[in-house]
């Protein structure tokens, strides 16, 4: 796929297999989702905790994903079957360009597109952004929704930082970010971009928290449809 644009009948079917997967596995409750535009490009921002993650958004968006990967794991059968469904692999050591223009190809098709805004499994709160969100969004104009997920697990990469199963599994959709419009795209517009980003992400996070205080799950560490 590289250099390509990831086929929407592959995306498509991960949305479906994921979806089986993780209502199979788990009590998934999927709230907001009517905030995510039902039509034209998206940027979905979502928080990172665990490996359980990706999947979990994959089979709760309301429209299939295409996912900004590490290209560590686009190995062997895995990377075979993560191709073929649509995602995305990307360097992170540095500027992967090849990526992002497959990136901005993604959202001039009118798709939805995935960016873990911290790069890596962290703390969850948005506390520490990259700039790659922020620049997809400047050149491509795509509405920005940030996703808050709870009950994932551990940062582990064994099957024991996986949720217990049945567990309940929580995610939550936000408002689309509230970005100007930009007629230059530079540095500076970027930085604006990630500095209200940050914000708009890390309000989420914390209006989601607010929400589930004192459930059974926490948000952002190992924490019905509405």
Not at 50 to 65: K, V
Not at 110 to 136: C, H, I, K, N, Q
């Amino acid at each position: 796929m590289s250099g390509h644009l990831p086929t929407g009948v592959g995306a498509t079917t991960g949305w479906r297999i994921a979806w089986v997967v993780m209502r199979t596995g788990w009590s998934v409750r999927v709230h907001d989702a009517h905030l995510v535009p039902a039509r034209g490009p998206v940027i979905l921002a979502p928080n990172h905790t665990g490996f359980l993650d990706p999947p979990l958004l994959m089979g709760t968006s309301p429209r299939p994903i295409h996912c900004l990967a590490k290209r560590e794991i686009f190995r062997g059968p895995l990377g075979w079957f993560l191709r073929g469904i649509g995602q995305i692999p990307i360097d992170r050591s540095g500027t992967d360009r090849a990526a992002l223009t497959i990136a901005l190809a993604v959202l001039a098709a009118g798709r939805v597109l995935v960016v873990y805004p911290e790069g890596t499994r962290g703390s969850g709160d948005f506390a520490d952004l990259r700039r790659g969100l922020a620049w997809l969004a400047v050149r491509s104009g795509a509405p920005v929704v940030p996703v808050v997920a709870s009950g994932v697990g551990s940062r582990g990469t064994t099957l024991s930082a996986l949720p217990p199963v049945r567990s309940r599994l929580d995610v939550v959709f936000g408002a689309p970010a509230d970005l100007p419009a930009v007629t230059v795209r530079s540095r500076t517009a970027v930085q604006d971009a990630n500095r209200r980003l940050q914000v708009a992400l890390t309000a989420h996070h914390a209006a989601v928290a607010a929400r589930f205080a004192g459930s059974v799950t926490a948000v952002g560490t190992d924490r019905e449809t509405s």
